[in-house]
């Protein structure tokens, strides 16, 4: 068997070899207080990665899909409205699932490669008088088009309107990777994945909640067991679990968030964000441009590039794959064959990322795409020789 190594998909992303190791584990009895001494520096460093000391982390044996599930489960009550924007397949799908559970979804509907609409938001929550909407739902960064939202700016929107509605957000393409402010920008749930900035493999879906969100659960009635949060939070107060947990993962997970501090966030926020940039200037030398409406809206984990008219961006994430044993990620939904993504998250450097650019390169020249070969890899070069000694400073 062949592995793809390293990988530009937005998630699953490269394991560092420590906490591959840290994963790799005997089986620990999760009943004994070996395992408290696992989970508690674990949970305390998610913590930190939200941003958040008043909330509460909770780890489910799942995936960020069902950390959605749990958000809406533990919270919500059949026939509750929430007011969610709909811009690229992870809004879609989260909006999708509240409908499935038989919640009123008030759906703004946004152009894919554009944010969540702030004006509308306030605008849909400023009519709602009656406060029927119970929760706004916002996907930080869209996946599928590279497009990050501005939380703090929908909070700031929400406190004009003078809205009560609790603010849910996914951060499983962020959370770790780009800065997020759990307390700061008043988010009542925030939910994560394993695979993403936490360098994991996939298998915990990760939510820190508010104490306004530990309040809901005892009024909500939208039927949940699995994904209690109450069973949760009894046991974890005993540094216990209240079913098998995934020992490994969990360790992998305290392995991680360490990393993370010992990088400190701040570096790792501006390695993203240097990564993301040289991407960024390697897809303008390319004559492209990324699917994201403006710079402000700039993903620094996942850059969506648009494809010249006649070619199908799906062709060079085969090529890649086929020719060149390197994963890129294929455009989904609406933007499907119009895009292929580069993912630049989690344990990434600069000559890794340069590395990406030139197969990048490769298959498009494979593919008679009109590049010159070298040219989106000088762009980047330039930009990290030009940032070295913002690398030094995080090494
Ligand atoms: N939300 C976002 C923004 C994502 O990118 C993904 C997966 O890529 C999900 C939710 C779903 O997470 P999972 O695939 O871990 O269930």
Sequence with gaps: MSYQNPVFIPGPTNI???????????????RSPAFARIFKPALAGVK?????????????????????????SNTLSPGDTVLAARFGMFSHRWIDM???????????????GEGAPLAAIEAALAADASHRIRAVLATHNETATGVKSDIAGIRKAMDRAKHPAM???????????????????????????????????????????????????DTATLPRTFFDFRDMMRTYAAGGYPYTPAVGLINGLATSVQMLQDEGLANVYARHHRIAEGVRRAVAAWGMRPCAASSDLYSDTVTAVVVPEGFNGTDIVKLAAEKYGMAFGVGLGEVAGKVFR???????????????????????AD?????????????????????????????
């Design 16 to 30: 560092p070899e420590v906490i591959r190791k840290a994963c790799d584990m005997p089986t620990v009895d999760h």
């Design 48 to 72: 930190a990665v939200l941003g958040t000391r008043a909330g509460e982390v909770i780890l489910f044996p799942s995936t960020g899909t069902g950390g959605w599930e749990a958000a809406i």
């Design 98 to 112: 509240c409908q499935r559970h038989g919640l009123n979804v008030e759906i703004i509907e946004t152009p894919w």
């Design 167 to 217: 603010l849910f957000v996914d951060g499983v393409s962020s959370i770790g990777s780009m800065p997020f402010e759990m307390d700061g920008w008043g988010v009542d749930i925030a939910v994560a994945g394993s695979q993403k900035g936490f360098m994991l493999p996939a298998g915990l879906a990760i939510l820190g909640l508010s104490p306004r969100a530990v309040a809901a659960m």
């Design 342 to 364: 580069i993912g630049h998250l989690g344990s990434l450097t600069d000559a890794m990322m340069l590395a990406g650019l030139a197969t990048a390169e490769m298959c498009m």
């Design 367 to 395: 593919l008679g795409y009109p590049i010159t070969l070298g040219a989106g890899v000088a762009a980047a070069q330039d930009h990290y020789r030009n940032s070295a000694g913002e690398a030094a400073k995080a090494a």
